[in-house]
């Protein structure tokens, strides 16, 4: 697995030497989004201590909270 440049720091090509054979470069772009998505999930359930249920109780109560959580779900 290659960064997303082109060249290395010295200049000399990274993954465009594979370009022919497998695509562009290749990111585990997958694996980053779901792991984004399972922490909006884990931001909404941290809200709940002392096993209580209703974890969208009150969730638009703080509007810091939902200013932060929609910054984050739309980056």
């Given at each position: 697995m290659f960064?997303?440049?082109v060249?290395?720091?010295d200049g000399s090509p990274l993954w465009s030497v594979y370009e022919t054979d497998h695509g562009a470069?290749?990111?585990m772009s997958n694996?980053?989004?779901v792991f984004v998505i399972l922490?909006?999930?884990n931001l909404i359930?941290?809200?709940k201590i002392n096993d209580e249920y209703n974890i969208l109780d009150n969730v638009f109560s703080n509007?810091?909270?939902c200013i932060?959580?929609?910054i984050i779900f739309g980056g």
């Open positions: 960064p997303g440049r060249e290395d720091w470069s290749r990111h694996v980053f989004n922490q909006i999930f359930n941290a809200r509007g810091t909270y932060i959580l929609l």
